[in-house]
């Protein structure tokens, strides 16, 4: 069984920077395609960024797209999300997520395992 632990969230003022941490433990994280999602109040969970298993492909929504960069250490097993240039509409809660292996997916139900989350949030 894979668990994934969030780290790195917190308030920052628009404009501001970053860096969420994603460390797993089971399983072999080399094998997982992962990504980040996001879940704002009172909206559902949406795709933010996604890293095939090796790191040699990324994938990013519209809405990140230039502001966000995703990244891994296989050797640390942990998965990264930078991001900059931070927005009010970037407040969400950030979820890790991960899939037994295979392509990419960057939907919420191609996931099979998720992290509990942590807070971002982006004052004006």
């Known amino acids: 069984q894979v668990q994934l632990v969030e780290s790195g969230g917190g308030l920052v003022q628009a404009g501001g920077s970053l860096r969420l941490s994603c460390a797993a433990s089971?399983?072999?994280?080399?094998?997982?395609?992962m990504g980040w999602f996001r879940q704002a109040p009172g909206k559902e969970r949406e795709f933010v960024a996604a890293?095939?298993?090796?790191?040699?492909?990324?994938y990013y929504a519209d809405s990140v797209k230039g502001r966000f960069t995703i990244s891994r250490d296989n050797a640390k097993n942990t998965v990264y999300l930078g991001m900059n240039s931070l927005e009010p509409a970037d407040t969400a809660v950030y979820y890790c997520?991960?899939?037994?292996?295979?392509?990419?997916?960057?939907?919420?139900?191609?996931?099979?395992?998720w992290g509990k989350g942590t807070q971002v949030t982006v004052s004006s």
């Open positions: 089971g399983g072999t994280f080399s094998n997982y395609p």
């Open positions: 890293i095939a298993s090796r790191g040699i492909y990324t």
């Open positions: 997520a991960g899939r037994w292996g295979g392509a990419v997916i960057t939907t919420t139900g191609g996931m099979h395992f």
